[in-house]
């Protein structure tokens, strides 16, 4: 009887602590704007109630993949160029992010989104034949953000539809979460589920509401994410590109030398010269002209369409040099290129279009990632688009 | 070392402590049990490794 008592002392004393735990950090889970929105993380990217308590009318959402982890230190990347401007990016991807991932990202957040805009960074790695690979996307599947598209009254059936079921073929390599999607399909879609099912669900999605916000927010003091600040003020002067620049030419050519390919020479003597040869011509009979990705993003566009967000698509451009070293034909990119501004032009999308800097010297830092000059662009544009109704 | 072995006989003949150490002993596994869930991966997706272009 002592032990069954002292259990449930223990039970009360604990439940007292959770819940002082859930309010605490539910009052401190606002996060400096800008650190929060360059921090590049996981936990973030999967808890999409946390990231729309971190918007505000100042943040510009802007979906991509592994060119927010490279060349962080460049004084062109966003985390630096936007760093006490009153713009803030809302960065959220990695490597294998790609447009369904970011499509269910979209639809799980979009009523958060103040200024009802995004940008979406492509990457033409992204548009190889089979698209996104089934074990990435099972690795950076949200179940949680996934409820919440299925929840969102703004997307149609048809697109939910579509979302469910390449999901379903992508998570075949993971049966307990596949079977999680089956059951939420039950109860969002065909309403064909057990009490025990809804019962289920209800309880898992509540847990998995606390874990992401609880898991946010330790991950974040670890990895020194600032606390937000109110009285911290930020520059709202446009950028001097000019000498962002002149600035982005200086530091390229310091970090190039001489190596043919203009990317950063400590790169170029770790990831390139060991391959060189092997790599010679090797992508001669590649294409980017079939790939699934394109009905993921046409279903990103249609996320867009349907929950009324301005989307701007960054046509990025491949890395011309390297991409002539693996023999890669060039008609094969202007027909990728050429693809995407169709897509764009059929849902009336702003592209912006950077596919003619192929061979721009310091455009990139490695093989595919965007390097001094690239970002600089990029940057620019989004700065453009995201100011531009403030402006008019 | 006196004062340790003297702690130690009146938590061993104190009552509070006889009933305080199961209550100490379940809050602390609760804790635990909570802790593991709030920040355990448990992510059932097979391992990817990420490979660069």
New interface residues.
């Given amino acids: 009887m002592?032990?069954v008592t002292?259990?449930f002392?223990?039970?009360v004393?604990?439940l007292g602590?959770?819940c002082g735990i859930h309010f605490f950090v539910d009052k401190n889970i606002k996060f400096d704007p800008h650190s929060f929105g360059a921090w590049i993380n996981q936990h973030k990217f999967f808890a999409g109630d946390e990231i729309k308590t971190n918007i505000d009318d100042n943040t510009i959402v802007v979906l991509g993949s592994?060119e927010f982890r490279h060349g962080t230190s460049m004084s062109t990347h966003p985390v630096n160029l936007f760093k006490n401007n009153s713009m803030h990016m809302m960065m959220v991807g990695a490597?294998?992010y790609q447009s369904l991932f970011h499509s269910v990202e979209l639809a799980a957040i979009e009523d958060g989104i103040k200024n009802k805009k995004v940008v979406l960074i492509l990457s033409p790695?992204w548009f190889k034949k089979k698209g996104v690979?089934a074990?990435?996307y099972?690795?950076r599947?949200s179940e949680d953000n996934f409820i919440a598209m299925l929840q969102n009254k703004h997307i149609s059936k048809e697109t939910k539809e579509y979302i469910i079921k390449r999901s379903k073929k992508l998570?075949r390599?993971?049966?307990?979460?596949k079977d999680r999607v089956e059951k939420y399909e039950r109860i969002f879609m065909t309403g064909t589920a057990s009490l025990s099912d809804r019962q289920y669900v209800h309880f898992y999605r509540k847990?998995l509401a606390?874990?992401s916000k609880?898991?946010i927010y330790?991950a974040a003091k670890v990895k020194g994410v600032k606390d937000y600040d109110p009285s911290k003020t930020y520059s709202t002067e446009e950028p001097d590109w000019q000498k962002y620049a002149v600035k982005a030419e200086a530091e390229g050519r310091e970090a190039v030398e001489d190596n043919p390919f203009y990317v950063d020479n400590r790169i170029y003597k770790r990831?390139f010269l060991p391959e060189l040869k092997k790599k010679k011509d090797s992508a001669i009979h590649s294409s980017y002209a079939k790939s699934r990705e394109y009905n993921d993003l046409r279903c990103f566009l249609r996320v867009c369409q349907e929950t009324g967000i301005e989307p701007m698509l960054v046509l990025q451009p491949v890395n011309g040099y390297w991409y002539d070293h693996l023999g890669f034909p060039k008609e094969e990119r202007q027909i990728y290129y050429q693809k995407i501004r169709d897509l764009a032009g059929e849902f009336g999308v702003q592209v912006a279009d950077f596919s003619k800097e192929e061979y721009t010297p310091y455009y990139f830092i490695?093989?595919?990632h965007l390097g001094w000059k690239g970002w600089l662009d990029v940057n620019e544009s989004i700065y453009k688009f995201a100011t531009k109704n403030e402006k008019q | 070392m006196k004062v340790f072995t003297n702690l130690r006989q009146k938590m061993k003949n104190s009552k509070v402590w006889a009933y305080g150490k199961y209550v100490l002993l379940f809050y602390v596994l609760m804790m635990v049990i909570y802790g593991y869930f709030m920040m355990a991966n448990l992510s059932t997706a097979p391992k990817f490794i990420y490979a660069q272009f």
């Fill in positions: 002592k032990k002292a259990f002392i223990a039970l004393l604990f602590t959770a592994s490597g294998y790695q690979l074990p990435a099972a690795s599947f998570l390599g993971d049966p307990p979460t847990f606390e874990k609880l898991s330790a990831e490695d093989k595919v």
